[in-house]
């Protein structure tokens, strides 16, 4: 493992943040207090010799101030002796209690285990939503459906969701590789560069996430994979052409145009409240064959 200024038996994860916080705090204020330092030393001689002068100068008003009151006419306040400047103060040690941390075990603590294995699962459902939208065809779809327009919705034109998933891609294939060597393993066959390949990655992964989470190696590993969940969430939260899902609610009572995407990565009918996982609603569209909505055009 790289040296780190916190505690080696200390959980890597996010409920840690607060401890490295104070630790990075601390240690950003000595840096300046020693700065402080420095330059205090540097403008020593300078001090001393206003210092002098000031000496110099309280002596004789002191002088004056005695001799007044010596002979009962208090004609003005004492002078007060002047004070060479003190060094800076170092900065306040953190307390114990703010130095306080969940141990891993033995890397990671058992909730951010659980918060990674969770992400990890997440990966493929988010990745495979903002997939559908970048790859055109469905992009496509929603445009002639809801006349929505953008640069995501534009078929054929370089997408940063590609882009983005194309990284996310190259990241676990070489998480993958990485353990397949590491574990001995026979390498990784052969994939084209597709969902499907994600998926076997991804599931891969999460068969070994156990032991791979136990590798103290594994910081940046969990760490990647908490921020690709919540990267991927922000960009199907904030962008509205994906939240929106062309396909029709399969409730045979609804059959609504009114499913989104939640937060959660959850697909929901606004209409009927129905809930659905990202692989139910491809498989919804994928048999979907725009019957109903050619008898709807032909409706008088
Ligand atoms: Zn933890
Ligand atoms: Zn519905």
Redesign the pocket.
Known sequence: MTDTPYAADACPGPCNRRYRKTVDAYLAAQVVHGQALADYEEARPVLEAAFKVAMAAYEEAYGWWKHHADAGVLVVREPISPTFPPPPAPPAEPTEDDLAYRKGDPVWCSRDAGLIRGALTALDDLASLLGSWADGHRGSTASQKYGTTGNRANPGSPSPIGDTLDDLYSQLVKCEDDWREYRGYRRRPQRARDSRARRLTLAFLIDELRDILNHPGSVQFGRAVLWWERTLQEMTKTDPVIQRRPAR???D????R??WTRADGMIE??????LMHEHEYQELVDADDGGTDIQEASRP
Request: aromatic share 0%.
């Open positions: 609610c399969p409730n009572r609804c059959r609504q009114a499913l009918c606004r209409a009927c409240g129905r």
